[in-house]
């Protein structure tokens, strides 16, 4: 198994507050990768340190490195590094404008694709996110007027329509009913065929049905990690055990 | 408890009665005495008259106070918005932010008469542009600048961060994000603080009283020609006393027309955009 993302001895802090501590740790193409652990233990910071995005934060003081293919994201310019590495926030948010702009507004960036391009890639991600069946007529309709699991789906297929290698998910599910749970768990579990997969879940059900690694996070260091049945099994850590049964959250 | 809260009940409603109250007299009063001076004739003549202002009508003032306006709206305008964008979206020192936004809170407490003086003796002396619109709509620039600039930053940063974080996540610049997704998503606050700022400058009389605004002149067709304007001409109207207090009150039934309209216009436009925004 190929490993597509090293993180290595990465630290971080906020005005002074550590945040990551010290973490090495592998992700494997094509795989879906969980990253677990209490609220605040630096789950979503990790993530956002992933696609670089850390590193312009105000206030924030990072050291370390994470590869990509190899390469230092450091030398990878911001914006090719987050057309690699897509991310996906908790709370869905779509652009205040139609679906069909929602989808195209990636590869016009990043091109000059023609209209029949254009059109064609909107129909594969939203196809891909099981949308297209839902609005292959309202394609003007406002994205803001989606429900939930809907936009939530949009903006899964707009990270898509730029390609990206990775593709990062910070708890996506936690503002969605069970159905459209269920629907983007399916979702990534068909996207890893050709992309890597790594979600931030609050949810250790969530991680148990979909991961093949997790990484478990405790304020700020990686006390754990391992193939998902290995660790939902038999944690070696006594606090990965005391999370996994719900005595910490 | 109970009484307690009905005497603040009451002296809240009684408040805003009383501001109500103050605002619709003061409207009704201006709009009574001057609605018999508006006609059309009013509208559309220069004017006339031994003592100037007793007879014709107010035309190249409404003119000049429009040219005024636009053109102190673009001079403010255009760096305010890009000081907001700046601010919120570029600035990444704390201390650079602090800096600009004390600067605009100082721009905001310059009297006005003060920024007349300044344009006077920069613009009409040192540089020599002479008493005109542009002399007059620079003062008149930086005094709706922090106006606007302080409307166009609260929209900027009442956006949702994931959504602007979303346009970084794809990838896509600073400069893409704010002129794909900020600009057009704040356009309907945008338009209406300019609006807004349009109608402070269109009120002021200080900054243009030595730097552009004449007693009489035509409609101006060019920014390096002085120019009447409806502020200044209410002044001198009531300066001449009573014989042309009819006229000052059409003039500032006029004015105040206009500034309402503008409000009402601002005020629809940034709320048919933001409804835009719900979900429904």
């Not at chain 1, 209490?38 to 956002?48: A, E, F, M, V, Y």
């Not at chain 1, 990043?110 to 839902?134: I, S």
């Not at chain 2, 905001?108 to 344009?119: D, K, N």
């Not at chain 2, 060019?222 to 109207?237: I, V």
Request: with cysteine.
């Amino acid at each position: 198994m190929d490993q597509i993302i090293k993180i290595q001895q990465l630290s971080a802090s906020y005005d002074g507050k550590p945040a990551l501590k010290n973490i090495t740790a592998e992700i494997p193409e094509n795989r879906i990768t969980a990253i677990i652990g209490p609220s605040g233990c630096g789950k979503s910071t990790l993530l956002r340190a992933i696609n670089g995005l850390l590193w312009q934060e105000a206030g924030a003081a990072v050291s370390g490195s994470v590869l990509l293919c190899g390469t230092d994201t450091k030398t990878i310019s911001p914006e090719e590094l987050r057309r690699r590495i897509g991310l996906v926030f908790q709370t869905p948010s779509p652009f205040p404008f139609s679906i069909y702009k929602n989808l195209t507004y990636g590869p016009l960036y990043f091109g000059h694709p023609t209209k029949a391009q254009l059109q064609a890639r909107a129909e594969e991600v939203l196809k891909a996110t099981g949308l297209y069946e839902e609005v292959k007529n309202d394609m003007k309709k406002s994205a803001l007027k989606l429900s939930g699991g809907q936009q939530q789906r949009l903006c899964i297929a707009r990270a898509l329509t730029v390609d990206p290698q990775v593709l990062l998910l910070d708890e996506p599910c936690s503002a969605l009913d069970v159905k459209n749970t269920q629907i983007i768990e399916e979702l990534l579990l068909q996207m890893k065929k050709d992309r890597t997969v790594v979600i931030v879940t609050h949810n250790i059900a969530q991680a148990q049905r979909i991961a093949d690694k997790v990484l478990f996070l405790y304020e700020g260091s990686l006390l754990e990690e391992g193939s998902a049945e290995e660790l939902f099994a038999c944690p070696r850590h006594e606090k990965t055990k005391e999370f996994l049964s719900g005595r910490i959250g | 408890m109970k009484t307690k809260d009905k005497l603040i009940r009451l002296w809240a409603y009684g408040s805003m009665a009383a501001v109500l109250a103050i605002i619709a007299f003061l409207f009704l009063y201006v709009f009574a005495r001057g609605y018999k001076t508006v006609s059309w004739e009013f509208l559309t003549k220069a004017p006339a008259g031994a003592v100037l202002g007793m007879e014709g009508g107010i035309f190249p003032a409404i003119m000049g106070s429009l040219a005024f306006t636009l053109t102190a709206v673009v001079i403010g305008g255009i760096p305010a918005v890009a000081a907001a964008v700046f601010v919120v979206f570029y600035c990444k020192s704390k201390v650079v932010g602090t800096v600009i936004k004390m600067i605009i809170e100082c721009i905001a407490g310059i009297p006005s008469i003060v920024l007349g003086l300044f344009s006077y003796s920069l613009f009409v002396r040192d540089l020599q542009w002479g008493r005109c619109i542009l002399s007059a709509s620079m003062a008149l620039g930086i005094m709706v600048l922090p106006f606007i600039e302080v409307r166009a930053e609260k929209a900027f940063r009442e956006l949702p961060p994931s959504m602007i974080a979303s346009s970084y996540a794809l990838g896509c610049s600073r400069f893409y994000t704010v002129s794909r997704i900020v600009l057009p998503a704040c356009r309907g606050e945008l338009v209406s603080g300019i609006i807004l700022g349009a109608c402070y400058a269109m009120g002021a009389t200080a900054p243009m009283i030595f730097t552009g605004a004449v007693a009489f002149a035509k409609v101006p067709t060019g920014l390096l020609q002085p120019a009447m304007a409806l502020p200044l001409h209410l002044y001198l109207l009531i300066a001449q006393g009573a014989t042309s207090l009819d006229t000052a009150f059409g003039t500032a039934f006029v004015m105040m027309a206009l500034i309402l309209i503008s409000n009402i216009l601002a005020t629809l436009y940034a709320r048919r955009r933001s409804s835009q925004w719900t979900r429904s």
